[in-house]
């Protein structure tokens, strides 16, 4: 029976580190997948992208930088090849969004144009173009970040992911190599057949030196005899 149980170890030590190589293989190319992706679209850092800058430009453009969730890393002139930086690009989209809205999002726009600018959702009083109502062209504006945002948004995800990915590899890997060692070295035994093994090897070791004692002595002459000469 314990030899099925190290058996059985063996197996699961062994489908352990399979599990762990998998996933860490599938980690790093989930990784290079992500910068490939990235430099694909050659996104480069503008000069605003600074804290300070678009902290003051928010606020030229009419916005309480202390009521919108303002971006705290920069990529000025630097080129997104990764998650990280895909994120902060995308924070600063969303600024540059609100600045070119009036602080307005996608829901809280009007739907149709204006001839005040305004805007409004009443198709009555829309600008008429050929019969039909304008749309707000404004509207446009978040159509188009909230797309890109999201995948640069869907990069950093992916990359956390990836990374996710290969430390669970890494831990399967150790734990299967910990379970192989263990399950070799004898240490998933039961004490209780170790201690009874060792018992038994002991008591075999102790009857094996009683026995040739006792041969050594029965097999020498008898003491006060003399033997006899082989030719008698």
């Known amino acids: 029976m314990r030899k099925v149980f190290e058996i059985g170890g063996l197996v699961t030590a062994v489908v352990l580190a399979v599990f ?21 679209q050659k996104i480069v850092g503008t000069p605003n992208m600074t804290p300070a800058v678009e902290t003051a430009l928010a606020r030229k453009a009419g916005l309480n930088p202390a009521t919108i969730e303002m971006p705290t890393c920069h990529v000025v ?6 998650g990280t930086d895909a994120r902060c690009f995308a924070n600063y989209m969303r600024v540059d969004a609100l600045m070119a809205t009036g602080g307005l999002t996608f829901a809280q726009m009007p739907h149709y144009a204006t001839a005040n600018g305004k805007g409004t959702n009443n198709e009555a009083e829309a600008l008429k173009k050929e019969g039909k109502a304008v749309e707000n062209p ?7 970040e909230t797309a890109l945002s999201t995948a640069l948004n869907a990069s950093d995800i992916a990359e956390q992911t990836a990374i996710f990915g290969i430390v669970v590899g890494v831990a399967l890997l150790l734990a299967g190599l910990g379970f192989g060692i263990l399950t070799m070295a004898g240490a998933l035994r039961n004490p209780e057949s170790v201690l009874r093994s060792a018992r038994s090897r002991r008591e075999a070791g102790a009857t094996g030196t009683t026995s040739g004692t006792t041969s050594g002595t029965t097999s020498g002459p008898t003491p006060g005899t003399t033997p006899s000469p082989s030719g008698a």
Request: proline letters at 0%.
């Open 138 to 144: 404004a509207r446009n504006i978040w159509v188009e």
């Open 77 to 82: 002139g630097k080129s997104i090849e990764n």
């Open 20 to 40: 762990g190589v998998a996933a860490i293989v599938l980690g790093i190319n989930g990784l290079n997948e992500v910068s490939n992706g990235l430099k694909q």
